[in-house]
């Protein structure tokens, strides 16, 4: 099952935003910043991408990206000093997080009288995995959270809870609160996943204050958030049916001894036998 996750925490301090995502046919992009303080009832501070140990350090393309030794030299280097700069590194190529993309939105209340967040959905669409190019680094590790599921498989998702052992609870809103009182501010964390499509997708709130109602819709500064499966039959932790793929980067655990990134046939690669999920 998809998972579209929410987390809400209390913002610490400013979030910078990066990158900017191709569109699948969306109309023209929505401003999200805080520019409209009469219009909208919860602003948008900022937008700030999230990697996690979940897909490791994966990217998946719709274009068969070539990169040169220069630039494969750049992504060993930031690989071992600056993974954030990393991130962006793949991102500003056309890099789309495998199964799971994580972002943290900051909100800030900007009703006269505090404004309550009565559901939120996933507005989404979808079509063939990517199977331009993939770099392939998986997880050393996992990184328990805390989940609010939207499954983006299925049409008009809305929000329901997710616990740590990720069995499905009840709507998310119904069970649970989130007010924003003038200039407070929160930040949510959320998780957008696909297991069999490509999907760009945006959040609408649905929003309630002094006894009237509105909705509002949450991007990616302007543009859908992405999101990718692997190809279909592909096993890219075994390193099998990655011949659908036409270039293929291997590095971290799947490239011993020292991790480095490196291009390799996606017809003939396997993962070293050292590698657990491996049926080299």
């Not at 969306?26 to 919860?42: F, V």
């Not at 929000?159 to 499905?168: F, K, L």
Request: aromatic share 8%.
């Amino acid at each position: 099952m998809a998972i579209f996750t929410a987390v809400v925490a209390t913002v610490l301090g400013n979030v910078l935003s990066t990158g900017a995502n191709r569109q699948l046919g969306w109309d023209s992009p929505r401003p999200t910043k805080a520019t409209d303080r009469a219009g909208n009832w919860a602003l948008v501070d900022s937008v700030t991408p999230v990697r996690t140990e979940e897909e490791g350090f994966s990217w998946l393309f719709a274009e068969p990206v070539q990169l040169t030794g220069e630039q494969l030299s750049r992504v060993n280097q930031l690989a071992a000093t600056d993974r954030d700069a990393l991130a962006q590194w793949f991102r500003e190529r056309g890099g789309v997080d495998p199964r799971a993309t994580h972002a943290k939105i900051a909100l800030r209340g900007n009703a006269v009288k505090p404004v309550r967040i009565m559901e939120m959905r996933a507005l989404s669409k979808c079509k063939a995995p990517l199977t331009g190019a993939l770099a392939l680094s998986p997880p050393a590790g996992e990184d328990p959270t805390v989940k609010v599921g939207f499954d983006l498989d299925q049409p008009n998702p809305h929000a329901r809870i997710i616990d740590e052992s990720d069995a499905w609870g009840g709507p998310y809103f119904t069970e649970k609160t989130i007010v924003l009182a003038p200039d407070e501010s929160i930040v949510l964390h959320i998780v957008g996943a696909t297991e069999s499509r490509y999907c760009e997708f945006r959040i609408e709130a649905r929003l309630l204050s002094d006894g009237k109602e509105r909705t509002q819709v949450i991007d990616h500064n302007g543009q859908p958030f992405r999101v990718s499966s692997y190809a279909p039959k592909s096993q890219p932790y075994s390193g099998t049916g990655l011949s659908v793929y036409q270039k293929l980067y291997v590095g971290g655990i799947a490239s011993p001894p020292r991790g480095q990134w490196k291009q390799v046939d996606p017809a003939t690669w396997r993962f070293p036998t050292s590698w657990p999920g491996s049926t080299s």
